[in-house]
T-cell receptor
Framework: DTGVSQNPRHKITKRGQNVTFRCDPI?????LYWYRQTLGQGPEFLTY??????LEKSRLLSDRFSAERPKGSFSTLEIQRTEQGDSAMYLC???WGTGTSSGNTIYFGEGSWLTVV | KQEVTQIPAALSVPEGENLVLNCSFT??????LQWFRQDPGKGLTSLLL?????REQTSGRLNASLDKSSGRSTLYIAASQPGDSATYLC?????????FGQGTTLQVKP
């Protein structure tokens, strides 16, 4: 068990470019979450998947953001036409759960830092 | 809408002190509550998970309590050490996702 893995760890991009982050969850986990965190703030929920189904999306996830989890394994988060306000750490997490409840610990990756210049 | 608040925002203590971090939430209909630790520039490390039916959990020098009726949780750290310096986040599990507080940044001075 290698934990939740995120790539790349750091990305610097010019405004207007597209970026994609990848998350590999803990292998037996069926749930995968994306969060965004800015300096001095707690993580904010973006979206989550159960297997390959995207079950909830935050209003924070504008039309420029899209997340996928093909085959219920790894996930990608793409940001199109990046803006300076997108600069943040993007955190991925995974857990095992069913229904709307979960009694299980949610494990986070090390995060992917995005800087838009 | 569930809101989570952590007080204080920052705390500085001398090594060896026992300390309490506070977390409050507005909607008591939670499934569980997790406490995390975050070092600067790093991801989150899970410390303790308390189910909604439990009142407390312990791990080493850490003890977390949960009072759903009052919407409060506390994280007690015994005999603090400089290595405990980090930001501590609490999060409630609310229909499919964790909702976080803003964290308490702890500095333990040698």
């Amino acid at each position: 068990d290698t934990g939740v893995s995120q790539n790349p760890r750091h990305k610097i991009t010019k405004r207007g470019q597209n970026v994609t982050f990848r998350c590999d969850p803990i292998s037996e986990h069926n749930r995968l979450y994306w969060y965004r965190q800015t300096l001095g703030q707690g993580p904010e929920f973006l979206t989550y998947f159960q297997n390959e189904a995207q079950l909830e999306k935050s209003r924070l996830l504008s039309d420029r953001f899209s997340a996928e989890r093909p085959k219920g394994s790894f996930s990608t988060l793409e940001i199109q036409r990046t803006e300076q306000g997108d600069s943040a750490m993007y955190l991925c997490a995974s857990s095992w759960g069913t229904g709307t409840s979960s009694g299980n610990t949610i494990y986070f990756g090390e995060g992917s830092w995005l800087t838009v210049v | 809408k569930q809101e989570v608040t952590q007080i204080p925002a920052a705390l500085s203590v001398p090594e060896g002190e026992n300390l309490v971090l506070n977390c409050s939430f507005t909607d008591s209909a939670i499934y569980n509550l997790q406490w995390f630790r975050q070092d600067p520039g790093k991801g989150l490390t899970s410390l303790l998970l308390i189910q909604s039916s439990q009142r407390e959990q312990t791990s080493g020098r850490l003890n977390a309590s949960l009072d759903k009726s009052s919407g409060r949780s506390t994280l007690y750290i015994a005999a603090s050490q400089p290595g405990d310096s980090a930001t501590y986040l609490c999060a409630v599990y609310d229909t499919g996702k964790l909702i976080f507080g803003q964290g308490t940044t702890l500095q333990v001075k040698p």
